[in-house]
């Protein structure tokens, strides 16, 4: 890739080239008398003088005028109108002994042309200097384009977002890239960077699709149906079962499918479940205000005997009230309550959330458990339509959406003992609300240390940090599935971060949402309708929602869900905000932390303490979910 000249300069390549910097002589013939060969060429000066010596020589410098001026015509830039003008020319030799007599002084035409050498000179210097530069700076961007490129997206991603203007910009130079270079004779410098280009587009759709893209679960299946030839129910029952499903609506959902189990196993009779409104919420709906009770009734009709309320002839028995223990096998309803709700015809359950052991149930139940909660118990028509009316706002114009879980309500706070970013006056708040409710055994909790345990929700800007970390821009349409967050201006920053937020209260009219007013229940359930059918759904606290709607996703062929890994998390963002790492290397380190906790197909696992454990509710795998063999 050598520097060219045009040969018509009369300067000779070697001479001009940019790597030549120093003068340059040429040693001409000596001039000896009586040499007649010399003489030929070199007649007038033969005649004119006897003071030569033989073995004087004379060194003519390329630089001057007249050693141009005999080669060939200068021309290309202008210095030939000038020799035509100008007829008189200077000499400039240097003799060994002494300098030639009888010069004339400069010519102002040869100034003019000693000039525009030297500035040609310089010009091929910078020119050289260009040179290199370009060929040092593509080397170093073909070498690192993946590198160095990927991490300017990153940074872009996290910061900028991948503004539309952008995105646009870089595609139509995706598309025009490979016509422009190849028809219009694009230059190297030209090529490579659309080829760059055309690589940075490539990586910003791999990385769309990626952070919206599903877990590979080609080999999963449902198995929660009942086989073909099975046992026909008996129609002779060995009691009544009342029950009062306590807590907010998923630890309701949990404990009445727990329920319909137990009755299952011995082979009782269910009464239509009443529903707890001393909770936190102070909701007073019923069950049949939450689901489609004719439908509960009826798709588990082969399964268990269910009634709406008590026959007469059992109504004015004084019912057995227990409260069964938690986490029990199947062993312990068959011994110990069984017995007592044949000798009483009616049992009372005070509690029913967590009745149930995750593991170590006969497959026959938990895949009854999984009918109940994915199949029976479907929320009621004025639920279920403004549910689906909200999906699809959310879903306008084509767009994917986010899920969010954001468990910042102030009973969270306080029941975990978590103020990380709160003021003073805010964590006295919450401490006084924990001494009050007297149920919560936990009272004096060090908050700090629980966050760095992975213990404590995510704030809403830790939040924002784990979404911004992920990849996903600032125009995300983000559906909040929660309450309203506590702490004075504690949305702010995830606000800023992600404008594109959305509620049920911002998505419905006052009209639409007037049935759900003051009942958080319905409300929680609209939210599940809508976090149940996004494209990504994330929790910051493995609450009773996140457990029942990570559940769900998976049984629905394991829709995205982000699990945040929030112990080494919080560790993250506790060094990023110490300046001990910049935001790639955060932004790195949380994918790499995330990479296998989207949701993708795992076996639960039996813990050493049952309340440790994962729950099946939120993993019914194995149970309600089986592998398949693929076919060869």
Same mark, same amino acid.
């Given at each position: 890739?050598?520097?060219?000249?045009?040969?018509?300069?009369?300067?000779?390549?070697?001479?001009?080239?940019?790597?030549?910097?120093?003068?340059?002589?040429?040693?001409?013939?000596?001039?000896?008398?009586?040499?007649?060969?010399?003489?030929a060429h070199n007649n007038g000066s033969s005649k004119g003088g006897g003071g030569f010596d033989p073995h004087y020589e004379i060194d003519v410098h390329l630089n001057s005028p007249r050693s141009e001026i005999c080669g060939s015509p200068v021309s290309g830039d202008g210095f030939d109108?000038?020799?035509?003008?100008?007829?008189?020319?200077?000499?400039?030799?240097?003799?060994?002994? =002494? !300098? +030639? *007599?009888?010069?004339?002084?400069?010519?102002? %035409? #040869? /100034?003019?042309?000693?000039? $525009?050498?030297?500035?040609?000179?310089?010009?091929?210097?910078?020119?050289?200097?260009?040179?290199?530069?370009?060929?040092?700076?593509? =080397? !170093? +961007? *073909?070498?690192?384009?993946?590198?160095?490129? %990927? #991490? /300017?997206?990153?940074?872009? $991603?996290?910061?900028?977002?991948?503004?539309?203007?952008?995105?646009?910009h870089l595609n139509e130079m995706d598309k025009s890239s490979h016509d422009y270079v190849y028809r219009e004779g694009g230059s190297d410098v030209e090529r490579t960077l659309m080829m760059v280009a055309s690589g940075v587009v490539n990586r910003q759709k791999s990385m769309a699709e990626d952070i919206w893209s599903k877990p590979n679960s080609e080999n999963f299946t449902q198995c929660v149906n009942q086989p073909r030839i099975h046992k026909k129910l008996d129609a002779k029952t060995n009691g009544y079962i009342l029950i009062n499903a306590n807590g907010g609506l998923n630890q309701m959902r949990f404990g009445i499918c727990d329920m319909v189990a137990i009755a299952k196993v011995m082979k009782a009779t269910l009464v239509l479940p009443s529903l707890d409104h001393t909770s936190y919420w102070a909701d007073d709906s019923d069950f049949k205000d939450l689901f489609d009770w004719q439908h509960f009734i009826k798709a588990l009709k082969d399964d268990v005997h269910i009634v709406e309320t008590l026959p007469p002839d059992y109504a004015g028995?004084?019912?057995?009230?227990?409260?069964?223990?938690?986490?029990?096998?199947?062993?312990?309803?068959?011994?110990?309550?069984?017995?007592?709700?044949?000798?009483?015809?009616?049992?009372?359950?005070t509690h029913t959330d967590s009745r149930l052991a995750n593991n170590g149930i006969p497959s026959s139940i938990q895949k009854l458990r999984c009918r109940v909660n994915y199949k029976a118990l479907k929320y009621s028509s004025l639920i279920e339509e403004l549910g689906n009316t909200l999906v699809s706002r959310m879903r306008e114009g084509g767009n994917p959406y986010i899920a969010l879980h954001l468990r910042y309500e102030k009973d969270m706070l306080s029941f975990t003992g978590c103020s990380h970013n709160l003021t003073a006056e805010e964590d006295e708040e919450l401490r006084t609300m924990r001494y009050e409710v007297s149920h919560w055994k936990e009272k004096e909790i060090n908050g700090t240390e629980r966050r760095l345990l992975g213990g404590c929700p995510l704030t809403p800007r830790e939040t924002s940090l784990l979404l911004k970390g992920l990849g996903f821009?600032?125009?995300?349409?983000?559906?909040?599935?929660?309450?309203?967050?506590?702490?004075?201006?504690?949305?702010?920053?995830?606000?800023?971060?992600?404008?594109?937020?959305?509620s049920h209260s911002t998505l419905s009219t006052e009209e639409e949402l007037s049935p759900f007013k003051d009942h958080q229940n319905r409300l929680a359930g609209l939210d599940y309708v809508v976090a149940l059918q996004s494209d990504v759904f994330v929790y910051t606290y493995d609450g009773?929602?996140?457990?029942?709607?990570?559940?769900?996703?998976?049984?629905?062929?394991?829709?995205?869900?982000?699990?945040?890994?929030?112990?080494?998390?919080?560790?993250?963002?506790d060094d990023l905000d110490e300046g001990k790492i910049t935001w790639k290397k955060f932004s790195s380190k949380v994918k790499k932390l995330h990479k296998d906790r989207a949701g993708a197909p795992y076996l639960r696992e039996p813990g050493e303490f049952p309340k440790l454990e994962e729950s099946f509710y939120a993993n019914p795998l194995p149970g309600c979910i089986c592998e398949t063999t693929p076919q060869k």
């Amino acid at each position: 890739m050598g520097f060219h000249h045009n040969a018509s300069d009369g300067v000779s390549q070697r001479v001009n080239s940019p790597r030549f910097s120093g003068p340059m002589t040429r040693r001409a013939h000596s001039f000896k008398r009586g040499n007649s060969s010399g003489n030929a060429h070199n007649n007038g000066s033969s005649k004119g003088g006897g003071g030569f010596d033989p073995h004087y020589e004379i060194d003519v410098h390329l630089n001057s005028p007249r050693s141009e001026i005999c080669g060939s015509p200068v021309s290309g830039d202008g210095f030939d109108v000038v020799l035509e003008r100008k007829q008189t020319h200077h000499v400039n030799q240097r003799v060994h002994g =002494g !300098v +030639l *007599k009888n010069q004339p002084k400069k010519h102002v %035409g #040869s /100034a003019v042309l000693d000039l $525009g050498l030297r500035e040609r000179k310089k010009l091929g210097h910078w020119m050289f200097f260009v040179f290199c530069g370009v060929c040092l700076f593509l =080397g !170093v +961007l *073909k070498i690192c384009a993946t590198g160095w490129f %990927g #991490s /300017a997206i990153d940074r872009i $991603g996290s910061h900028q977002d991948f503004s539309d203007p952008l995105n646009t910009h870089l595609n139509e130079m995706d598309k025009s890239s490979h016509d422009y270079v190849y028809r219009e004779g694009g230059s190297d410098v030209e090529r490579t960077l659309m080829m760059v280009a055309s690589g940075v587009v490539n990586r910003q759709k791999s990385m769309a699709e990626d952070i919206w893209s599903k877990p590979n679960s080609e080999n999963f299946t449902q198995c929660v149906n009942q086989p073909r030839i099975h046992k026909k129910l008996d129609a002779k029952t060995n009691g009544y079962i009342l029950i009062n499903a306590n807590g907010g609506l998923n630890q309701m959902r949990f404990g009445i499918c727990d329920m319909v189990a137990i009755a299952k196993v011995m082979k009782a009779t269910l009464v239509l479940p009443s529903l707890d409104h001393t909770s936190y919420w102070a909701d007073d709906s019923d069950f049949k205000d939450l689901f489609d009770w004719q439908h509960f009734i009826k798709a588990l009709k082969d399964d268990v005997h269910i009634v709406e309320t008590l026959p007469p002839d059992y109504a004015g028995i004084e019912p057995f009230t227990k409260t069964p223990i938690s986490w029990s096998k199947v062993s312990y309803y068959k011994t110990e309550i069984l017995p007592l709700l044949k000798q009483y015809k009616v049992i009372y359950f005070t509690h029913t959330d967590s009745r149930l052991a995750n593991n170590g149930i006969p497959s026959s139940i938990q895949k009854l458990r999984c009918r109940v909660n994915y199949k029976a118990l479907k929320y009621s028509s004025l639920i279920e339509e403004l549910g689906n009316t909200l999906v699809s706002r959310m879903r306008e114009g084509g767009n994917p959406y986010i899920a969010l879980h954001l468990r910042y309500e102030k009973d969270m706070l306080s029941f975990t003992g978590c103020s990380h970013n709160l003021t003073a006056e805010e964590d006295e708040e919450l401490r006084t609300m924990r001494y009050e409710v007297s149920h919560w055994k936990e009272k004096e909790i060090n908050g700090t240390e629980r966050r760095l345990l992975g213990g404590c929700p995510l704030t809403p800007r830790e939040t924002s940090l784990l979404l911004k970390g992920l990849g996903f821009p600032s125009s995300t349409r983000i559906y909040l599935v929660a309450g309203e967050a506590y702490g004075k201006g504690s949305m702010q920053y995830l606000m800023n971060d992600f404008p594109n937020i959305f509620s049920h209260s911002t998505l419905s009219t006052e009209e639409e949402l007037s049935p759900f007013k003051d009942h958080q229940n319905r409300l929680a359930g609209l939210d599940y309708v809508v976090a149940l059918q996004s494209d990504v759904f994330v929790y910051t606290y493995d609450g009773n929602m996140a457990k029942a709607v990570q559940g769900h996703r998976r049984f629905e062929n394991f829709k995205k869900t982000i699990s945040p890994e929030k112990m080494n998390f919080v560790k993250l963002v506790d060094d990023l905000d110490e300046g001990k790492i910049t935001w790639k290397k955060f932004s790195s380190k949380v994918k790499k932390l995330h990479k296998d906790r989207a949701g993708a197909p795992y076996l639960r696992e039996p813990g050493e303490f049952p309340k440790l454990e994962e729950s099946f509710y939120a993993n019914p795998l194995p149970g309600c979910i089986c592998e398949t063999t693929p076919q060869k």
